[in-house]
């Protein structure tokens, strides 16, 4: 993406706070959990938080971890302070400017500091960009306000469920005859496995050539477009099922964001490495084609491996399989403000055993989640 802002800082930490208030100035109307799917806690994974960005109040109980002073925090539009982790390593910073290029944020060559000189950051606009003034914009909503604005519907929900589920199965027992709990049998996984994915269980089997989990995606149908034209996928392919819950009534689920992933099908890297197989890129062309009929839709590609090797190299790999997926995309024609990417190592298993070539092969993979429609 062509850089829009260059960041000129002095120090690693100060130099990191400049990129994310240059995202701030791309995108002003960001709320705090924009900025933490924007920049994920798998860019600084020994930070000791659970985010790298954080509301100010709650940094202070993580000490000296978080920048502290007014001029060094970060302000959101409706006034909120944040705060930036502080603690930045080499590998980390260098994982973040990296990160930054997909927004149109690259960083100029860091100068060092003097002894007990505190760092600094300026920000450079780049190939006719001006940021919008912030008066200048509509109000809108954060995603942070909503939470709270849906929080006591959401708990008288959950404490109306809780009384159904209850009354059910004293009914139950009583029916019954007995009141002994119910245990629920552990699925026992094969070479057809049952996945945890959320839109369908998975089927399929091993390619013991090439180590790869081979999806079934189901008899071919016709997708047919607005403008008259058609993709041909399976009705159990990952293209499938991104059209059918974009067009959908289905919300986004802003709140657990395990919710609206799905697995792409026939994605394949060379082992070890974030280079596509060369049949994996018709898959992301697909995906490109349909989510340029939906102009409004955000999405996210998340890298996993399996648990071969160090988690250190893992989580490194998979940020970088990410990476080149949602940079795929992009040069397919998607914004690059609507792609984001993140990667997860060997957390969140679809197969948790981890035990089999079936088992490892599933977990190797990259996932799209749908944030925005």
């Given at each position: 993406?062509?850089?829009?802002?260059?960041?000129?800082?002095?120090?690693?930490?100060?130099?990191?706070?400049?990129?994310?208030?240059?995202?701030?100035?791309?995108?002003?109307?960001?709320?705090?959990?924009?900025?933490?799917?924007?920049?994920?806690?798998?860019?600084?994974?020994?930070?000791?938080?659970?985010?790298?960005?954080?509301?100010?109040?709650?940094?202070?109980?993580?000490?000296?971890?978080?920048?502290?002073?007014?001029?060094?925090?970060?302000?959101?539009?409706?006034?909120?302070?944040?705060?930036?982790?502080?603690?930045?390593?080499?590998?980390?910073f260098?994982?973040?400017?990296?990160?930054?290029?997909?927004?149109?944020?690259?960083?100029?060559?860091m100068?060092?500091?003097?002894?007990?000189?505190?760092?600094?950051?300026e920000?450079?606009?780049?190939?006719?960009?001006?940021?919008?003034?912030?008066?200048?914009?509509?109000?809108?909503?954060?995603?942070?306000?909503?939470k709270?604005?849906?929080?006591?519907?959401?708990?008288?929900?959950?404490?109306?469920?809780?009384?159904?589920?209850?009354?059910?199965?004293?009914?139950?027992?009583?029916?019954?005859?007995?009141?002994?709990?119910?245990?629920?049998?552990?699925?026992?996984i094969?070479?057809?496995?049952?996945?945890?994915?959320?839109?369908?269980?998975?089927?399929?089997?091993?390619?013991?050539?090439?180590?790869?989990?081979?999806?079934?995606?189901?008899?071919?149908?016709?997708?047919?477009?607005?403008?008259?034209k058609?993709?041909?996928?399976?009705?159990?392919?990952?293209?499938?099922?991104?059209?059918?819950?974009?067009?959908?009534?289905?919300?986004?689920?802003?709140?657990?964001?395990?919710?609206?992933?799905?697995?792409?099908d026939?994605l394949?890297?060379?082992?070890?490495?974030?280079?596509?197989?060369?049949?994996?890129?018709?898959?992301?062309?697909?995906?490109?084609?349909?989510?340029?009929?939906?102009?409004?839709?955000?999405?996210?590609?998340?890298?996993?491996?399996?648990?071969?090797?160090?988690?250190?190299?893992?989580?490194?790999?998979?940020?970088?399989?990410?990476?080149?997926?949602?940079?795929?995309?992009?040069a397919?024609?998607?914004?690059?403000?609507?792609?984001?990417?993140?990667?997860?190592?060997?957390?969140?298993?679809?197969?948790?055993?981890?035990?089999?070539?079936?088992?490892?092969?599933i977990?190797?993979?990259?996932?799209?989640?749908?944030?925005?429609?």
């Amino acid at each position: 993406m062509e850089a829009k802002i260059r960041v000129h800082g002095k120090s690693q930490s100060r130099t990191a706070l400049g990129i994310i208030n240059a995202y701030l100035k791309l995108y002003p109307n960001s709320s705090l959990f924009d900025l933490q799917q924007a920049f994920p806690h798998s860019l600084n994974p020994k930070s000791f938080a659970d985010q790298i960005i954080v509301p100010h109040a709650e940094a202070k109980k993580h000490g000296e971890l978080f920048f502290e002073k007014e001029d060094e925090l970060i302000t959101l539009r409706n006034g909120k302070k944040l705060s930036l982790v502080e603690l930045w390593t080499k590998e980390n910073f260098e994982a973040i400017t990296e990160h930054a290029k997909q927004y149109g944020i690259e960083v100029a060559e860091m100068e060092g500091t003097k002894p007990f000189e505190r760092g600094s950051f300026e920000l450079e606009y780049l190939n006719g960009f001006i940021p919008v003034k912030v008066e200048d914009l509509p109000i809108e909503e954060s995603a942070d306000d909503e939470k709270c604005s849906w929080w006591w519907w959401l708990l008288g929900l959950l404490l109306l469920l809780l009384i159904c589920i209850f009354c059910f199965r004293n009914c139950c027992c009583e029916c019954c005859g007995k009141q002994d709990d119910v245990i629920m049998a552990t699925p026992i996984i094969e070479n057809e496995v049952d996945s945890t994915n959320i839109f369908s269980n998975i089927k399929g089997k091993l390619d013991t050539i090439a180590n790869n989990f081979i999806y079934d995606t189901g008899d071919t149908i016709n997708i047919q477009f607005p403008d008259g034209k058609e993709l041909k996928v399976g009705n159990n392919s990952s293209e499938y099922k991104l059209y059918q819950f974009l067009k959908s009534d289905a919300e986004v689920d802003t709140l657990d964001k395990s919710k609206n992933w799905i697995t792409l099908d026939r994605l394949y890297f060379e082992t070890g490495k974030a280079n596509l197989t060369p049949d994996s890129e018709k898959q992301l062309q697909n995906i490109a084609t349909i989510l340029s009929y939906f102009p409004n839709a955000h999405i996210k590609m998340g890298g996993y491996t399996d648990n071969t090797g160090t988690e250190e190299i893992n989580m490194k790999l998979s940020v970088e399989r990410a990476k080149v997926a949602a940079d795929n995309l992009i040069a397919n024609g998607v914004d690059a403000g609507r792609v984001k990417y993140e990667g997860y190592g060997q957390n969140h298993p679809l197969c948790p055993p981890n035990d089999t070539d079936e088992c490892r092969a599933i977990n190797r993979r990259i996932d799209v989640r749908i944030t925005k429609k």
